[in-house]
């Protein structure tokens, strides 16, 4: 079960949900620095360690901007999963979302999905109209099943093999 997004403390844009144990997956932005780092620690140990998609480092201009979402997961008292989205042109609404990342011990027990689901309600919220992202392969069938399109043809992104997909951004739920 998703709940609609809402505002933590009044403030945080967040979405929870709950696994088939009963136990409560919030989705949100980053409340502070020490959640910020939690948040680059994971995309460092999935992109980095385990994929080996980025040398050395993920991070990149787009971290140091005002308008970034840094959102991530918790679950059970951890830290367990990012997304991050920002817009890429704010005359037209266009959002890019990426660096979606579960740690392995984590995947396949429902905490993805609300991450891609945080990031295309928090963006509708704050004024996007559509949402793109650079796929792997592998998880072209999880976005689909999400909701999103392909859109074009496969395209090197970061030196491998992405789908671009793509999807509208609903109109904003109450987020008080
Ligand atoms: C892709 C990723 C974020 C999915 O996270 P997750 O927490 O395992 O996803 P969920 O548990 O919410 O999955 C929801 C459903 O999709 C399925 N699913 C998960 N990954 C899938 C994939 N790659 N392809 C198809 N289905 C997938 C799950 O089995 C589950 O199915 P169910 O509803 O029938 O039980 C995670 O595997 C990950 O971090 N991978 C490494 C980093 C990565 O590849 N990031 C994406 C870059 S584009």
Not at 89 to 102: E, S, Y
Not at 114 to 125: H, I, K, Q
Not at 131 to 155: C, D, K, P, T, Y
């Amino acid at each position: 079960m998703t709940t609609a997004l809402s505002r933590r403390d009044g403030r945080t844009l967040c979405l929870s949900s709950v696994d088939s144990h009963g136990a409560v997956i919030e989705c949100r932005a980053a409340a502070n620095v020490g959640e910020r780092m939690w948040h680059y620690r994971i995309r460092h140990q999935v992109f980095v360690v385990e994929q080996g998609v980025f040398a050395g480092s993920d991070l990149d201009r787009h971290d140091l901007r005002p308008d970034v979402v840094h959102g991530i997961a918790v679950y059970r008292g951890a830290y367990v999963g990012t997304v991050r989205f920002f817009p890429l042109n704010p005359d037209t609404g266009l959002w890019q979302g990426d660096r979606l990342a579960v740690l392995p011990q984590y995947r396949t027990a429902g905490i993805g999905s609300p991450l891609v689901r945080f990031a295309v309600a928090a963006a509708a919220a704050l004024g996007g109209q559509r949402m793109i992202a650079h796929v792997q392969l592998a998880n072209v069938r999880f976005f689909e099943r999400l909701g999103w399109q392909r859109s074009g043809e496969v395209e090197t992104y970061v030196g491998l093999p992405h789908q671009p997909m793509t999807i509208a951004l609903a109109p904003p739920a109450d987020t008080e």
